[in-house]
């Protein structure tokens, strides 16, 4: 069974940066487009970045310019590079495919202060 596991998260003042891990096991990642996802306290779980296979990349318009998605499909790797980082973007980030269809992680906690 693939699992997916997040890591890198912390405790960051605003306009820091933190840089998100997503460790996959199974063959899914490589073919799948792959999607990190937040979700802070009482809100519902949204996408805030994917990457296709071939490294195609899209975000949300509220982190677009201050995050980065990449990937290492040998590795089954994939990273958010977050920099300038707000207090809206505290949330627990987790990855998964574009559908969501592989078991969800742990995810990680990100708590942007003020």
């Known amino acids: 069974q693939v699992q997916l596991v997040e890591s890198g998260g912390g405790l960051v003042q605003a306009g820091g940066s933190l840089r998100l891990s997503c460790a996959a096991s199974?063959?899914?990642?490589?073919?799948?487009?792959m999607g990190w996802y937040r979700q802070a306290p009482g809100k519902q779980r949204e996408l805030v970045a994917q990457?296709?296979?071939?490294?195609?990349?899209n975000y949300a318009d509220s982190v677009k310019g201050r995050f980065t998605i990449s990937r290492d499909n040998s590795k089954s790797l994939m990273y958010l590079q977050m920099n300038s980082l707000k207090p809206e973007d505290t949330a627990v980030y987790y990855c998964?495919?574009?559908?969501?269809?592989?078991?969800w992680g742990q995810g990680t906690q990100v708590t942007v202060s003020s």
């Open positions: 199974g063959s899914a990642f490589s073919i799948n487009t």
């Open positions: 998964n495919t574009l559908y969501g269809n592989i078991p």
């Open positions: 990457i296709t296979r071939r490294g195609s990349t």
